[in-house]
């Protein structure tokens, strides 16, 4: 098969692979995984040189851990310390101690059992972060633990790249001069980067920048990569490390995000094609050879993580809940486990037949996962969040005359107003992680579902005038306003409005007051913009004033046919004619005042 029609199986396999995967709400490494396994060796075997593509796509890793290192951030690092250098240390050295112990017991080397463990004590950084986001839970307490350890997680690997290839049994026949000669040639090259990287990288990009040519400055993004990857692994290093390092030179450089829009198309594909590599590469024929003992093993590791993970939670402070959050996060191996296995493997620690089925079980684990956080989110943490004690449901401010719901960044502002001016509220929010934040900064929120009558008998709903809608979600808003309308028909309801269907749900309720999130925002955005195009100032208002009236009265008229589509196009566009017709009058009439304006010489 052609170079080119290996890039078209390529292209193709992601193609349907990736967006497949989504739809099912799976992770896209996944995608590639199962890719790879269908064009490879053990599916259809369109392509078979698996050795040879593996070797381009490592280079995928190696700019994958360039962007890690621009993003590391040293001010990003001072202020994630504790958590990064904190809980993050002591999960790789406890589950690497742990997995590493068991593997010595089972009769591997020492070397062998220390790669083996530490591989096993990585996470998917892609596949959790991903997972977290898609469940809006990366700013949980569970949230932003997890990210703490992958953070640390990725620089661990560093190190561990660097001396890998000195545990190794290949160089063997070295004498202890040698081996030092070694490691003085990595630090004289490591210093080196450093030197070049503060003092010649920066003026040799800012030179490029200047020349205004994008094509050049992405050349000289993947000349900084391939040089500095080149220049490790010319004195044994590993080539992601040189790269890391280059990264982690220019984190605080003003090119830090030209070089990583840069290289990230490069980056997603060449890691999609590693990714992809190693589905080709996952020797599929264990499955059947031996099925229960890479079953055994499948269950060891994520059981073992998961409790590892569950105690180290418990006692860094977390609640249940977001120590069990924790566990269901990071149960799985991850891409870096590829990685060191492959090296491993071309180094001499690592016996093939060993790293074939670690691969099949970090596999396995990655693929568990998202069920598994599935599984926790709709099934294990309601249960615990029902029996853990509620103490924001005993609420005590009997003389509020404003209830508020949702303390998001929406609510936050509102609550601040109201208490500058010292009038009594009671804020309700029903995710109780953000409570708990909250309360950490001393903002006095209770948790609870303002949707669910007791709960605003609780809140005292007959004292109070007014309650401020500022929940997120539409459904749930518009749900709370029924509820507020039956039981509470006396207050006064201020709402957001996330878009305009929600507002019409609003209207429908008779909502004493709506706030469509962006409009207004919108409107100041737009009356500067005139302004800055050439009208005057009062010629910016009475546009913004115009389109606004016209725009509510439209809204007023859409609800009578709010789930008619058909209406709601035609109304659109006899509304933008209406506007067109009053702006070119407005344009006329001025066009005739001036030329009447005498001219005066």
């Not at 040879?52 to 290192?69: D, P, Q």
């Not at 068991?102 to 997972?131: D, I, K, R």
């Not at 620690?349 to 396995?364: C, E, G, K, P, Y």
């Not at 109304?571 to 030329?595: I, P, W």
Request: charged content about 20%.
């Amino acid at each position: 098969m052609s170079l080119l029609t290996q890039v078209g199986v390529f292209l193709a396999a992601t193609v349907i692979a990736i967006p497949l995967f989504k739809k099912f709400r799976l992770s896209s490494v996944l995608g590639y995984l199962a890719a790879g396994f269908v064009i490879g060796p053990w599916g259809l075997k369109f392509v078979n040189d698996t050795e040879g593509v593996s070797h381009i796509a490592e280079f995928g890793v190696v700019l994958l851990l360039f962007v890690i290192g621009l993003e590391l951030q040293p001010s990003r690092l001072r202020a994630m310390r504790h958590a990064v250098f904190g809980l993050g240390l002591a999960q790789v050295v406890l589950t690497t101690f742990v997995f590493a112990l068991a593997g010595w017991f089972l009769g591997l080397p020492a070397n062998t059992a220390f790669v083996v463990g530490f591989a096993l004590s990585l996470s998917s950084t892609p596949l959790v972060l991903q997972l977290l986001s898609e469940r809006g839970q990366l700013n949980t307490q569970q949230g932003r633990s997890a990210f703490a350890i992958l953070l640390f997680q990725d620089i661990a690997v560093m190190p561990v790249l660097a001396v890998l290839p000195l545990l190794g049994t290949t160089r063997v026949t070295e004498d202890w001069s040698d081996t030092l000669f070694g490691i003085a040639k990595a630090l004289v090259v490591i210093a080196v980067l450093v030197f070049g990287g503060r003092h010649l990288l920066r003026p040799i990009l800012r030179v490029v920048a200047e020349t205004k040519v994008r094509e050049a400055f992405t050349a000289a993004a993947l000349l900084v990569v391939i040089g500095t990857a080149m220049l490790v692994d010319a004195v044994g290093l590993s080539m992601a490390l040189g790269a890391f390092i280059a990264g982690l030179l220019l984190a605080d450089s003003e090119f830090r995000h030209e070089l990583e829009a840069d290289i990230e198309p490069f980056k997603g594909l060449l890691l999609g094609l590693f990714f992809i590599s190693v589905g080709m590469s996952a020797n599929m024929g264990l499955l059947s050879e031996r099925p229960w003992e890479i079953a055994a093993l499948i269950v060891a590791l994520m059981t073992g993580k998961f409790a590892l993970l569950w105690v180290l939670g418990r006692l860094t402070k977390h609640d249940k809940c977001a120590s069990i959050g924790l566990a269901f996060a990071l149960p799985q191996s991850g891409e870096f486990g590829f990685v060191l296995f492959t090296l491993a493997v071309s180094v001499g620690i690592l016996a093939q037949s060993l790293a074939d089925m670690l691969v099949i079980v970090v596999t396995a684990s990655m693929i568990l996962s998202p069920m598994l956080m599935t599984l926790q989110s709709s099934v294990i943490e309601p249960r615990y969040r029902k029996s853990e004690p509620k103490e924001y449901d005993r609420i005590n401010d009997d003389d509020s005359r404003v209830i508020i719901s949702g303390a998001g960044r929406f609510g936050q502002v509102i609550t601040r107003v109201l208490r500058t001016r010292k009038i009594r509220f009671t804020s309700l929010e029903a995710d109780a992680a953000q409570v708990e934040n909250l309360r950490r900064y001393g903002i006095k929120v209770y948790y609870g579902d303002a949707s669910r009558l007791e709960m605003l008998q609780a809140a005292r709903a007959d004292k109070a005038e007014i309650f401020i809608l500022a929940i997120d979600d539409a459904d749930a808003s518009v749900r709370t306003a029924e509820v507020i309308r039956k039981h509470f028909p006396h207050l006064k309801i201020f709402a957001r409005a996330r878009n305009r269907q929600h507002a019409l749900r609003l209207m429908e309720l008779e909502v004493h007051y709506i706030m469509r999130e962006t409009f207004l925002s919108s409107l100041d955005i737009a009356q500067h913009a005139l302004e800055s195009l050439g009208l005057t100032r009062a010629e910016s208002v009475e546009s913004i004033k115009r389109f606004r009236a016209i725009d509510e009265r439209t809204l007023s008229e859409q609800l009578h046919f709010k789930d008619d589509e058909q209406k709601l196009i035609q109304s659109a566009n006899l509304v933008a004619k209406e506007l067109d017709r009053l702006f070119e009058a407005d344009e006329a009439q001025t066009k005739e005042a001036d030329a009447k304006v005498p001219v005066v010489s």
